[in-house]
């Protein structure tokens, strides 16, 4: 019996400009075609596990169908190096703003990796932050959310830090110690801001829409990064509850990477390395989660202060340059490696 097809999401329509120029030869007539990335294969990408044990297989070969003679062959993907594997751990953060009339919803993914020779470091000096921040809780019993402990006020608040001054500076020494971690640690913000309009029913659609889009945006650019420099990657996502979707991430999300499996683009881009399902973990569970938190945070608070013409109260340049990506009005990519205070101001330019 044929096993039962997955869910899955459809690929967003994000393509990189080396592929539109490779075409391919028919091994039958010698014709030359042209290979459509984002066309939708009959088998997904995954790697089998031979019964014996032994590593997996990995396709390095996409299905394509001549034009001319019309008989189907594989054409064959170029194998990229693989010296080692990166785990990139994921978290979100959104805002709405109010522009003359207009409802506009920002929404961005971080993604943070780190060399094992400063994990440790990390531990450490995060262990100091939260215990500042909770000195009564075991750091380890607690995530480190930064929306909480900024939004933390009244008769039942529950951390030491007393006022808006005292949240600063926390902030501003946190982003001081993960901009110190560099260049071991690497960081990666996909971001992209739309117009809600319409019902309830219709605002909930667009931004279930955008938020899909966005993290198979920011699976394919940190695939293709980590690729070119000849890395593996998993990636581990926090696993909160969505408020758009009332169901856990790895629900819609693992949807949209099996999705993505579906992709010539996908095949591409692994370049025959063996690409794992994403992992969702307990939210807060490791050290990065909690960083990419804050990442995210500072971003997005960056892009709802920026439109008021000023900066977050924790800028994100304070991070250090970052991998910044986000998607024009028109569809075309934009990417810099720079402040994300700076690269957020493209959304603000005529
Ligand atoms: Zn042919």
């Known amino acids: 019996m044929a096993k039962p097809k997955k869910r899955y999401k459809k690929h967003p329509g994000l393509l990189l400009s080396e592929l539109e120029k490779v075409t391919s030869p028919c091994t039958n007539c ?7 990335w984002l066309n939708e294969m009959r088998f997904p990408h995954e790697a089998i596990e031979p019964h014996g044990g032994g590593g997996r297989w990995v396709p390095i070969s996409v299905p394509v ?55 440790e470091e990390l531990n450490l000096k995060l ?50 110690m993960i901009a110190g971690l560099s260049p071991e640690i690497v960081c990666y913000n996909i971001s ?70 579906y992709t010539p683009l996908f095949t591409y881009l692994a370049g025959g390395t063996y690409i794992p399902e994403p992992e969702f973990m307990k939210p807060g569970s490791h050290p990065l989660l909690e960083i990419a938190d804050f990442i995210s945070f500072c971003v997005a608070r960056d892009f709802m202060k920026i439109f008021e013409g000023k ?23 934009d990417a810099a490696y720079e402040m994300a205070s700076f690269f957020l101001m493209r959304y603000f330019l005529p």
């Not at 010698?30 to 459509?36: E, L, M, T, V, Y």
């Not at 190096?81 to 785990?87: A, K, P």
């Not at 739309?194 to 909930?204: C, F, S, Y």
């Not at 109260?313 to 990519?333: F, H, M, W």
């Open 30 to 36: 010698g014709a030359d075609n042209s290979i459509d």
């Open 65 to 119: 169908q001549c034009k001319i003679c019309e008989s189907h062959y594989h054409h064959k993907i170029p194998v990229l190096e693989r010296e080692s594997t990166w785990h990139l751990y994921g978290d979100e953060a959104w805002r709405i703003i109010e522009d003359k009339g207009k409802r506009i919803h920002f929404f961005c993914i971080t993604l943070v990796a780190l060399h094992n020779s400063r994990q």
């Open 127 to 176: 262990r100091k932050f939260k215990l500042e921040a909770r000195p009564e809780l075991a750091p380890e019993e607690w995530p480190h959310h930064f929306t909480e402990i900024w939004s933390d006020s009244g008769a039942k608040r529950k951390f030491a830090l007393s006022g808006l001054k005292e949240k600063i500076q926390y902030g501003e020494r946190l982003a001081k």
């Open 192 to 261: 992209s801001a739309t117009i809600l309009k319409g019902t309830r029913k219709e605002i909930a659609a667009t931004i279930k829409l955008q938020k899909e889009q966005i993290f198979k945006e920011a699976l394919l650019i940190t695939l293709d990064s980590m690729r070119q420099n000849k890395k593996g990657v998993v990636w581990h996502f926090d696993n909160v509850k969505d408020s758009t979707t009332r169901e856990v991430t790895e629900g819609w999300a693992m949807e949209c990477f099996l999705g993505l499996q």
């Open 311 to 333: 900066l977050g109260e924790v800028p994100s340049a304070r991070l250090g340059k970052i991998n910044c990506y986000r998607t024009n009005v028109d569809g075309q990519p």
